[in-house]
């Protein structure tokens, strides 16, 4: 059973993530339990209890867009930045893709933001795909690209609820 929960370093220990982007990878081993004690993003683990493993993760922190950034990205002139929240990273180890993984993910991510929302005011979601690929799935679960940057792609927070409220994880 897949069962998510905050980040745990001895979740480390248990066996080695590898989603196929070395980056994302290192990123959970070297850097994730630094930006977690620094209160710098929040990572959230898939884990595979009876495999005793970590299945996938996300991490998420605050984000803000410019005024000029906001209005080359969105098309509409703003005097004011944008507040935001960044999916900072979403990836699932290649022994569980192509399985509803990441759509849990990205479901459990969504849901945690849509309660945010509730207490803390950001206009968008963020996201900065890693390549075209990563790019098909968010705009497969609602996301829009920027026009200016291709791979970065952000839900608006009305976009959340609506969206939310018609996704199934599964
Ligand atoms: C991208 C990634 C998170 C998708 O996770 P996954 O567990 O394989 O995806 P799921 O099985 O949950 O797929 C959910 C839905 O998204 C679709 N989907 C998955 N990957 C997709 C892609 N690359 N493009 C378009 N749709 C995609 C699936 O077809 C499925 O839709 P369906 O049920 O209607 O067929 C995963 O492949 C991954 O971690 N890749 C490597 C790391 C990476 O690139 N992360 C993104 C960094 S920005």
Not at 66 to 75: F, K, R, T
Not at 101 to 108: I, K, M, Q, V
Request: glycine content about 6%; some cysteine; overall charge negative.
């Amino acid at each position: 059973m897949l069962i998510t929960q905050p980040f745990d370093s001895a979740a480390l220990k248990l066996h080695p993530f590898s989603c196929g982007e070395p980056e994302l990878d290192d990123w959970l081993a070297k850097f994730a339990g630094q930006s977690e004690k620094r209160d710098n993003v929040r990572t959230t683990l898939l884990l595979d209890e009876q495999r005793c493993r970590i299945a996938g993760y996300y991490s998420m922190r605050t984000y803000e867009l410019s005024a000029a950034d906001a209005a080359s990205a969105m098309g509409r002139s703003r005097r004011y930045p944008v507040p935001a929240m960044l999916l900072a990273r979403l990836a699932v180890d290649s022994d569980y893709q192509g399985h509803g993984a990441g759509r849990l993910l990205l479901f459990d991510a969504l849901q945690r933001l849509l309660a945010a929302a509730n207490d803390i005011g950001f206009e968008i979601v963020v996201v900065h795909a890693l390549h075209e690929d990563a790019a098909c799935f968010y705009l497969r679960h609602g996301f829009r690209r920027f026009l200016d940057h291709e791979l970065n792609l952000f839900l608006t927070t009305k976009d959340l609820r609506a969206t939310f409220a018609t996704m199934d994880p599964g």
